[in-house]
């Protein structure tokens, strides 16, 4: 009787808050409300979504009216509701919106997110629970705290890196939605990742002249190989990838294209070690003459722009494709930068130390994000329920210095690839670690068990300021 009592105790979790309604924060609410878990999600604008989700009359979002997934169809899904089978392969974002609500439905989840409020302040005290103050003003307790609120709000400029004054328009891809605004225009766009040669390709249409400004090369690939979705073949979710460990030559050159392609700069790394660009279109628009290329964006100079090779362009709008700060707004700069230098964080979900806190879709993926979000969201759901144990703080310390080592031989060294992994590996490996957690649960069940998890929290709350 007494053991069954304990064991009701140690399943009471209390609640959570749930910090946005994009594909992570769905994904979450979902795992709580199947564990009967109570919750709180806050969506700061008037709709589900995330980026995939434009409002009338919304001027500034991270996805373009024309965008598409990368990923096919197949593989972006959650697991319990795949897409129609008649939306294309790689559907446009407002299926993908219409798709994110459909789930939010079906689980009948949209009566627990309070639309149209967003969390100004989430402060943890002293014996761990958070203190959630909203837009309203209005202030709440949490036992848990689930950040989902994405890393596609702050955007990354480049200056005042560049030199000089610019007479014309310059702006983020985050301003950008449509290339109606550079119909008859000069138009550079820089970068050269999705976005920028999206946004390339769709203004050469309507501009007078195009110019992709490139500080480093890129290995651009087709979202399609030999007729079928690159992520569809066999034994790979991301068919590509995969092709670097069968061959670094001839094949590459054949499915993908020669490097440095119609004045693109040579990639400086090999294929696998940076995100790449995925596009059908950008190579027969530089080959057709649409788009030029050009090098890096060295000088502003009145009406006109100099290129590092010394060319000079006038010009009449830049457009900045450079990327995303990762930003937690709602922590004060204590709290984030405990985060930030626990990047990559403990299974991509935990900062050690911040305890009962857990982060969904942190992540630059190279595959799909929702089954990333979905496993993540499993876990963390369990982990309230206290099925999960996770390891101790200097064990995942050194998760994490493993993880930062491994990235940084993986990938090329920037900000944007700190936080990158490739989608089946992660998912194979945070399968193992769930077993493992729950290995450990019930073995911290004894009274060993239990008397450990006390000195951990008070090694926790000693080592916090």
């Known amino acids: 009787m007494i053991e069954a009592v304990a064991r009701r105790l140690e399943k009471t979790v209390g609640n959570a808050c749930i910090i946005g309604a994009g594909a992570s924060g769905i ?45 096919s169809k197949k593989v972006t ?93 310059q702006i983020h891809s985050h301003e950008y939605l449509d290339p109606t605004p550079m119909r008859g225009q000069r138009v550079v766009v820089v970068g050269l990742g999705n976005t920028a040669v999206d946004v390339a390709v769709e203004c050469s249409y309507v501009a007078d002249r195009l110019i992709l400004s490139c500080r480093r090369g890129a290995h651009v690939i087709p979202r399609y190989v030999l007729g079928r979705p690159a992520d569809q073949y066999p034994d790979s979710p991301w068919l590509p990838f995969r092709l670097r460990r069968v061959s670094q030559g001839l094949v590459r050159r054949l499915l993908l294209g020669a490097p440095g392609a119609h004045g693109l700069p040579v990639p400086d790394h090999r294929f696998g070690q940076a995100s790449p660009t995925i596009s059908g279109s950008l190579l027969p628009c530089l080959a057709e ?40 707004p709602f922590f004060g700069s204590s709290l984030e930068e405990e985060v930030r230098s626990a990047l990559p964080l403990y299974l991509r979900m935990f900062a050690p130390g911040l305890r009962q806190a857990a982060f969904v879709g942190l992540v630059q993926q190279w595959g799909a994000l929702f089954p990333i979000a979905e496993a993540q969201a499993e876990f963390i759901a369990d982990l309230m329920l206290g099925e999960l144990a996770l390891e101790d703080l200097p064990a995942q310390r050194g998760w994490i210095e493993r993880e930062r080592r491994r990235v940084r031989r993986r990938y090329v ?51 916090r300021p």
């Open 289 to 328: 003459g649409r788009i030029l290329a050009r090098g890096e964006l060295v000088r502003l100079d009145g009406e006109h722009v100099v290129f590092a090779d010394g060319t000079r362009e006038r010009v009449d709008v830049i457009v900045y494709c450079t990327g995303y700060e990762i930003d937690f």
């Open 27 to 71: 994904a979450a609410a979902k795992a709580l409300q199947e564990r009967e878990i109570p919750f709180d999600c806050f969506e700061k604008r008037d709709r589900v979504g995330g980026i995939w989700a434009i409002a009338d009359g919304e001027d500034t979002s991270a996805a373009y009216r024309s965008l598409r997934i990368n990923t």
């Open 77 to 169: 899904r959650f697991s319990d509701l795949p897409l129609a089978d008649g939306l294309p392969d790689f559907p446009p974002r407002g299926d993908v919106d219409l798709y994110l609500n459909c789930y939010v439905d079906r689980h009948c989840l949209r009566d627990q997110i309070t639309f149209g409020t967003g969390v100004e302040r989430a402060r943890l005290l002293e014996g761990g629970a958070w203190e959630v103050t909203l837009a309203s003003g209005e202030t709440r307790h949490y036992d848990w705290l689930v950040v989902a609120n994405g890393h596609n709000e702050r955007p990354r400029w480049p200056l005042p890196a560049i030199p000089g004054e610019f007479a014309g328009r």
């Open 413 to 463: 060294a920037s900000a944007r690839h700190e936080i990158m992994l490739d989608t089946g590996e992660y998912l194979r490996a945070l399968r193992r670690a769930h077993r493992q957690a729950r290995r450990r649960a019930a073995a911290g069940r004894s009274a060993g068990g239990r008397a450990l998890l006390r000195r951990e929290r008070r090694l926790a709350d000693a080592e």
